[in-house]
DNA sequence: ACGCTAATGGAAACCGTTGTCAGATTCACC
DNA sequence: GGTGAATCTGACAACGGTTTCCATTAGCGT
């Protein structure tokens, strides 16, 4: 039976079209796929877990970008991409436990996530992506501080010394606010940690105090939660002249909200962006390109092409700095027309 | 063993205890979810399958809204989502066989497709997204011919009489051309072919012989695309006063195709879309909304809540009409200033 | 001390497939 | 007719859990 429908070359045409015709007759659905899976030790799927509002991961198009990246690795290599479901708010990690997979991805995660603990519990190889290394673990992602320093750098060089930031959230606990220090050095979220600590070190070096630079912090990733997190910025220190934000969905809602307070963009306020999705290009938004597709795309291949699991790999992924429309030189209020 | 882990209540706290103990001493990893689904006839999770080139399932975002409200629903039953790997091309029905899942939700694919034959061959229950009725399915989808008649009424009132069509594919094969009627009618994307057969009733009824409409298709389904399609619609029919798109996506194109020919609109051409994504509403396109979020959400509770696998259930979402900023009468060139 | 009941631990059957292996059958060819 | 190869058949043991069922034991009352 088996061999009917598995390996056509081993049996005869005419008994192997027997076989099939009295199976269908007897209304035989096909080999069962789970018992399959157990007897072959193979599920044909990879996991994929992101524990995030699944708000956040289909709204965002970097992250979609991720997904799609993935999921194409997938295709090629003809296995399925399994969803693993892990709300933030809920606990439940028998859903790791209970994902019949190959192995996982695991993207943009808490790296307390009690769900990132269950997986890597679980006896299979798992890549991770955009989260801080892990010991035999292979990981891909951009190297998120040079990225970052080149914002930093782009805007130094402009002149702005009086910065606001606005990035996505820190913790697995909402606070949509202003970030303390501690909070700061403390986040659990890496590629935002990562982010935060390199424009300290990058304005620390060209004289600014970080511990004078306002971080406001959402929780929730939209172009509404960016304009807001803006004007809440803005509205406690009105002298800043760049808004640097960590993606570029917050920097649309920040762009929004400096047309909305009547500021030009980039005359009046410069702002910046991270990812370089689509809309943004369009738009002329100052950001740092990343690969999104092949981030995934390559996190796949890592996972699925693993015939040397040799040495953990980790690979980088370029970035690049794209210069727009959005940022220019500061106001020179202290230095008028006849300055200069 | 099993009890130790899922029944805690029906043995000892001590046996418990060292149970587990032993088995975190033996390096046992937990009960394997493969072998478990076997035994409990429970996957515990459900496969997707949209035989589309996944550019266009991640870059349409009304096909990302349709997925999130299906992943949404699987969150809230706990149970995964398995993405099958279908190329269009490849006829790689294998990949439908081998998932292990309870149930399928099948979503945009030819009416004709093997995956989709594949699909219903599985004895497991199965829920269709904007595809035709079949027999014992359940089915879930907007009021595609009511929806574009509303499109088609808005338009005939406005006194457009020279219209032009651009659609997404309508079959399998690559056509990026005009349309002839036999391949309107034969269409095999369900949606594709209902929204123009409405059309076609529509404007018939209003006096428009709708042989002489230009339809031009594209098979991918990308802004660019769009553009592509309403110049060559517009180089051989400079004399449409609307362009009626089948997408959101498309619509965009088309507007960027007239922007870049010096065509204001909707002072000298309309241009209306289809679904109500995020960016069209944003710029104020004409187009019929459709909650997609609640397409996918819907589908996936009907799947996962069959308590009561009575009556196979048919939903029908609504649909409205969002008249935006890209949609005017028509220029009276045969009445000019004077008319009235 | 005895018998009954309830609680508990352990053994065995089962889920549906794949892989192997021995034995039976067919067929061709010498 | 005998031999060998090729092909087919049938049985059976895993895979790793869950579930049922039975035997054992403990607890309790008389």
Chains 1, 2 share one sequence.
Request: proline content about 7%; charged content about 25%; overall charge negative.
């Amino acid at each position: 039976m088996s061999n009917a429908y598995n390996r056509p070359d081993q049996l005869s045409p005419e008994l192997r079209r027997r076989v099939l015709e009295t199976a269908r007759r007897l209304g035989y659905p096909g080999p069962d796929p789970v018992a399959r899976s157990l007897r072959t030790r193979k599920a044909g799927a990879v996991g994929l877990l992101l524990t995030e509002n699944l708000s956040y991961a289909f709204r965002d198009p970097a992250a979609v970008g991720v997904l799609e990246g993935l999921a194409l690795a997938c295709e090629d290599a003809g296995v399925g991409l399994h969803l693993v479901p892990a709300s933030p708010g809920r606990e439940d990690v028998a859903a790791v436990h209970r994902a019949g997979v190959d192995g996982f991805v695991v993207y943009s995660v808490p790296d307390d996530d009690p769900h990132l603990a269950a997986v890597l519990e679980r006896p299979v190889p798992t890549v991770i992506i955009d989260q801080p290394s892990l010991e035999g673990i292979d990981r891909v992602g951009p190297d998120d501080a040079a990225a970052v320093g080149k914002i930093a750098e782009h805007l130094v060089t402009l002149g702005h010394r009086q910065v606001g930031v606005i990035c996505m959230r820190l913790a697995r606990e909402r606070n949509d606010d202003f970030v303390s220090p501690a909070r700061q050095s403390g986040a659990h979220f890496h590629v935002q940690r990562t982010r935060l600590e390199a424009l300290a070190v990058a304005f620390s070096a060209a004289g600014v105090d970080w511990a004078g630079v306002p971080v406001v912090e959402r929780f929730d990733h939209t172009v509404d939660d960016g304009a807001s997190a803006a004007r809440q910025l803005l509205d406690a220190y009105p002298q800043i002249t760049a808004v640097i934000c960590t993606s570029d969905i917050l920097a649309l809602g920040a762009m929004a909200e400096a047309e909305r307070r009547g500021l030009r963009v980039p005359q009046d306020l410069t702002v910046t962006g991270f990812d370089g999705i689509a809309e943004a290009e369009r738009i002329g938004l100052t950001t740092v390109h990343q690969p999104v597709l092949e981030k995934g795309k390559t996190a796949g291949r890592l996972l699925l092409g693993s015939a040397e699991r040799s040495a953990p790999k980790v690979i980088t992924l370029p970035t690049e700095l794209r210069v727009g429309r959005t940022s220019a030189p500061p106001r020179t209020v202290e230095e008028p027309w006849f300055g200069g």
